[in-house]
Structures are given as C-alpha cells and as structure tokens.
C-alpha cells in the first residue's frame, strides 16, 4: 500500500495506476477501472439500480408487502389500482397486486440464480474438457451440445416440465437443460485458445495435471466471457420461466409467481386490465433491467466485442 | 484423404458433403433419442390411455405386448425410430388422427405466421441497423439500441394479451383470437394451408382482407422480436466493415457516403445477414407458442402445447421432432449458405 497519500484524491490515483506494485494492487485497479467505465454508462447504471431494488424487495418483502400475499378478500375483489389500501389493484380473490409481486420477486430470483448456477457449470465443465481433452471426447460432447442448440428451446422445456411435472424446481431444471450448451461452446473455444499457450505449457512442466491445468488455469480465464454471457442470457431465463408459469407448468397457485399472476388475470382482462398488466410491468422492468446490466458488463469486460 | 485431394477436385467437395449429411444424421437421431426419451419418462401410462381404466388383464396384457413395452429400451427406440423414418409418428389420442396428418394441417399456420413476421423483422430491421451503425453515437443510434432492448425484454405473452385488449378490445383496429371471422372459416379451398396464399389463389378478397386483419398483430409481435434481433445483428456487421480500408478507398475515390454505404459496406454483409435472418427465422417458429396460444393460432405451437397439457405423447413427440427437424435444417442451410457465397469461410 503506498499510504504516502491517505487522502481520497491519493486512493484515486493510486487505483489508477499504471505501474501496480502488486497482484492484489493490479486487481483492485482494473476493478476501480472497470467500475469506472461501467458507472459511466447511464443505462448500464439505470439497470444495475433497478436490480438492487429488486433484490432489496425480494430480501424485505414480508416487511415491506402491505398485504399479505395469500389473504384473500372476498368483499375486496377486483379493486382498480389506486383504490384505498391497494396501490396497484387486487385480483379476483381479493388479493393485494403489489404484495404478490413483491413476493413473487422472490420466486423469480430464485429461478434466476439456480439457472445462473446450473448452467453455465454444467457448460463450463463439458466445453473445458471437450477442449482440453480433443479427440473423440470433443466429438462426442460436442455433437451433444449440438444436439441440444438445435432443439427448439421453449418447446424441449416445456417437454422436460411435463416429462417431470410441473413445479418451480423442474422448471429450473428444464430451462438449465436448454441453457448449457451456449456456455459449453463459449467455454471450449476458450479453452482451445488458451491450451496451447505458452503458460499453459510452463505449467505443465511444472508437474501440473490436467485436472489442475483445468480447475486453476483455463476456467478462470473462461468467467469473463461465461459471466457477459450470463447476465446477458438472465432475462431470457425471467422469460423463459414467466412463460413456463403462464402455461401453467411452473410456480402453482396459489404461488404468487408473475407468469401464473398473468395467467390468472387474462381471464379478467376485459373488463379489470390491472391484474394482467402489473405482473407484465414487473417482468419487463425486471428483465429489461438484465438486458441493460449485461449490455454495460459486456463493454466493460470483454472490449473485443464491445459496442465502443 | 490427400491423394485424393490432388487427384481430383470433387473428392474433398464430396468428403465434406458427406460429413454434413453425416451430421444432420447424427444430430437427428440425437433429437429422436431426447424426445423419445422423454415420452417415456412421462408419468403417463401409454397402455391404459389406449385401453382406458375399466380394460380386463388380458386386455391390458395385449395392448402391452402390441406396444412393444415388454422389450428393452433400445430396441423399443429402434421400432420408433423405423416408423418416424416412414413418417408414422403414431395416433394422437386427443385428436384421434395419425399426428404426422395433424402436423402436416398445422404447420402452415405457423409458417405463415413465422414467415410474415420475419418479413415485418427484415424491412423494418436492416435500414435500422443501417441507420444506426452510420449515425454510430447520435440518438438515433441510441434510440436503436432502446428499441432493440426493449424488445428483448418484454414477455411475448403479456404483449399479446395487451395488444388484443388494446387493438382488438378496446379500439376494434384489428381481428380477434383465430385465423378468421368464425363465419369465414372452412370457405376456402385449402391449397397451401397458409390462408393469405389460399384465399389470393381463391380471388377470394374479402377472406383475404379478413386473414390480414387477424394476422397483423400477431405477426408484427413476432416481428417487433425479430427486428430487435436483426437490428442489432445488422448494426455491428455494418460497424465490422465501416472500419476496413477499402471504405476510405472508396471515400477518396469520390464515392458519394450513399454509395459507400449501400454498395460497397451492405453488399458485404448481405451473407452474413442472410444466415442471420434464417436463424431469426428458425426462432420466430419455435417462438410462435407462445404467441399461438394467446390468439388461438391453430399452429404447431399450439398443438404440442395443448397435446401435452391433455398428455398425448404422440403428439408431443411428433411435434417436437417436426420442429426440431425444421430448426436444424435451416442452421444447417444458413451454414451451407455462408460457406457457398462467402469465400472467406472457405
């Protein structure tokens, strides 16, 4: 640490530059600078706010809901947005909206980080070893990713959820089962690109095994690209799973999940648009807000493809 | 393979069309295994959706023998496998017709959606893209990139619903739910399956104008998806061959900036564009289930979704295959394409 300089103007310079002293001086400087890029793009920033409001609410929802999620009120059915007691409206038991949504972030969160978890894992380990590996192993794994990229993807979930049935933990794995072989494919042309280096060969004099080489030297080379990949792919698996709902093959009622809140409100949309509408501004806003976060991190972290 | 190769062009042209049929082959009867798979993992006993609840033992027994179920797996996937080769994907219990019948009747449906609202993607999509990548920076860029976003972030269903209760509920613009007014249906001789096509051959325009009216929406919400995609697709191909030298050439040359633009820059892309748009293509088909379900589009969407919501495996199965099948194919041409036209990926 070069405490020369303890004032905030010195933290910045330090941060900034370009002769880093150490390893952890040099990592801390490209995340400074990374978040500096990030932080200056106003839509990358919208996103990454909206998000943490999302998961404050998810995270505080039974303190913030104004209702409970699941306390019907029949004399109270179909209440317009605005209404006393019900900002956003209730549904046709009586429902209040907002406190639905607020709880169904929950659900929504939780698809989202399992997908996020399982995937790209599941990815990372087959495209490593198929490109480690070569031969016929990266045939064989190949042609079955290729297999998957080419099957319909909403349509192999949705057979994956009736195949296991419907609920919130097989829709994951449904969607986790379709998401994989894009990571798969990213993670061997990495791999590819890096197997053949020059470090990679020092380290393998060195007495490395394969399984070190992989674990410690090619995967955390492959996170940046698989982690652009992921948050870009994160409203895709909020839809994915909202549709899966809406069908009726994801969260069950009375589970207040935003695609089955759908669902239930097309009934009434006629005549009490509301119930239909929030749950669609809530999935839009949400994924949107993805959308923006990964379009900024991929700036950020991988310039190659960059829109600069 | 290499005495071959200097012996004679058309070994190695004949060596890599090979592999390529080799693997569709391949992929194809990977796509086969999941879905049979699938069928049978399914919680649903095949033999007593056939011979009901009240079937006797021996009944059962028959049914049982007769499906095949007593041999092992392996073998039972090979007799499904030589019956989908025959195009025999079984008899749908829903319907109670032979489901390679029910998906030759629905697929048109879905093409006609598919192919309209790719359509609705390209012409409005590319002079976006175009338009974006030129003005790189300015708010029309921006407002571009707004539009793509939000197009990849909205959820096709909700959009639908809105756009019926907005367009259809509300203001009357456009048709409701189906392909047609309820009292136009069945007037039509079927020819192509695709309505528009059919009533035009039929000089039937009031159906014809009736169809559009049903279309519209649905197409141009499948389109709004595919213009995001290939919007954004168009705009960093653009950008990739703005940034090579023979643009400045070109420029010093005294080209005007449309002529460098149209003739030089997109008469460069227009491969990669068109592997694109096939892709794009191939999403909207599979993409359409959803939108098929919110107007009660009789496709292929809407047939796998209901078959397997009444637990019709045949069904599912066959329909998966079909669009699976179609899905493949079009990567495939969308990959012969590029490597024919484009001499670099040679």
């Known amino acids: 640490m070069s405490a020369s300089d303890p004032t905030n103007q010195g933290l910045r310079a330090w941060l900034l530059t370009d002769t880093p002293t150490s390893r952890g001086h040099a990592r801390l400087a490209a995340w400074y600078q990374g978040w500096l890029s990030f932080r200056a793009n106003p839509m990358t920033m919208i996103g990454f706010v909206i998000l943490l409001i999302l998961v404050f609410i998810a995270a505080f929802a039974p303190w913030l809901a104004p209702h409970d999620p699941f306390a019907q009120d029949l004399a109270a059915r179909l209440q317009p947005p605005g209404s006393e007691n019900y900002i956003l409206g209730s549904d046709s038991l009586g ?3 907002l406190s639905r949504l607020m709880y169904g972030s929950r659900i929504t969160l939780y698809i989202v980080t399992l997908v996020v978890i399982i995937a790209p894992v599941a990815g990372l380990l087959v495209g490593t070893i198929a490109g480690y590996a070569g031969g016929w192993a990266d045939v064989v794994l190949m042609r079955i990713t290729d297999i998957f990229l080419a099957f319909p ?66 995967w955390p080379l492959c ?21 899966l709902g809406f069908l009726g093959l994801g969260a069950q009622p009375p589970s207040p999940e935003w695609g089955a809140m759908i669902s239930e409100g097309r009934r009434f949309i006629l005549d009490h648009w509301w119930v239909a509408t929030m749950p669609g501004l809530a999935i839009f806003t949400v994924s949107l807000a993805f959308n923006l976060l990964g379009d900024g991190l991929r700036d950020v972290l991988d310039p190659k493809e960059g829109s600069n | 393979m290499g005495k071959g190769r200097r012996q004679s062009p058309f070994l190695p042209a004949l060596y890599k069309g090979g592999k390529t049929l080799a693997t569709i082959a391949v992929t194809m009867l990977g796509l086969l295994f999941v879905t049979f798979f699938i069928g049978r993992v399914m919680p649903v006993d095949p033999v007593l959706s056939i011979v009901g609840e009240r079937a006797t033992k021996e009944i059962y027994d028959a049914a049982f023998l007769e499906l095949g179920l007593d041999k092992p797996l392996i073998v039972q996937f090979y007799y499904y496998l030589r019956d989908v080769v025959q195009g025999d ?21 879905t093409m006609e959606l598919a192919t309209l609202g790719t359509l609705i993607g390209v012409i409005l999509g590319v002079p976006l893209g175009v338009l974006a990548a ?6 029309i860029d921006q407002l571009a990139r707004v539009i793509a976003l939000i197009g990849y972030s909205m959820p096709i269903f909700w959009l639908g619903l809105i756009g019926l209760l907005v367009l259809y509920g509300i203001l009357g613009w456009v048709g409701g739910p189906g392909r047609l007014d309820i009292y136009y249906e069945d007037i039509v001789p079927t020819v192509t399956g695709m309505i528009l096509i059919d009533s ?21 919400l499948l389109g709004y998806y595919s213009l995001a995609y290939i919007s954004r697709m168009t705009r960093s191909f653009m950008l990739e061959q703005m940034s090579a030298e023979y643009v400045i050439t070109a420029r010093v040359k005294g080209l005007s900036e449309r002529e460098v633009i149209w003739n030089h820059v997109f008469s460069n892309i227009k491969v990669q564009l068109i592997t694109v748009i096939a892709l794009s293509y191939a999403g909207l088909l599979e993409g359409s289930v959803l939108t098929e379900i919110i107007f009660a589009w009789p496709g292929i969407g809407s047939y796998i979704t209901t078959s397997l919501l009444s637990a019709d495996m045949n069904a599912v199965m066959g329909g998966t295959v079909v669009v699976g099948l179609v899905f493949v194919c079009l990567n495939i041409f969308s990959d012969l394409l590029y490597k024919f036209f484009d001499p670099r990926a040679q």
């Open chain 1, 95 to 97: 429902r209040d909206i």
């Open chain 1, 153 to 218: 993807r909403l349509v192999l979930a949705l057979a994956f959820v009736a195949a296991l049935g419907a609920g919130i933990e097989n829709a994951v794995l449904a969607i986790s089962l379709t998401a994989w072989p894009p990571y798969a494919r990213i993670s061997r042309a990495e791999t590819l690109t890096i197997r053949h280096s020059d470090f990679i060969h020092a380290v393998r004099l060195q007495g490395a095994g394969p399984l070190c080489i992989i674990t410690r030297h090619i």
């Open chain 1, 223 to 243: 996170i940046s690209s698989l982690v652009v990949r992921v948050t870009l792919d994160m409203a895709g698996i909020i839809l994915a799973a909202a549709g």
């Open chain 2, 89 to 109: 994907f079984g008899t749908s219990l829903r319907t109670g017709f032979p489901v390679s019948g029910d998906l030759i009747r629905v697929f048109p449906a």
């Open chain 2, 134 to 139: 030129v003005k790189r920076g300015t708010w």
């Open chain 2, 200 to 220: 035009a051959l039929d000089g039937n325009w009031d159906i014809f104008q009736n169809a559009i009216s049903h279309i519209i929406l649905p197409a141009s």
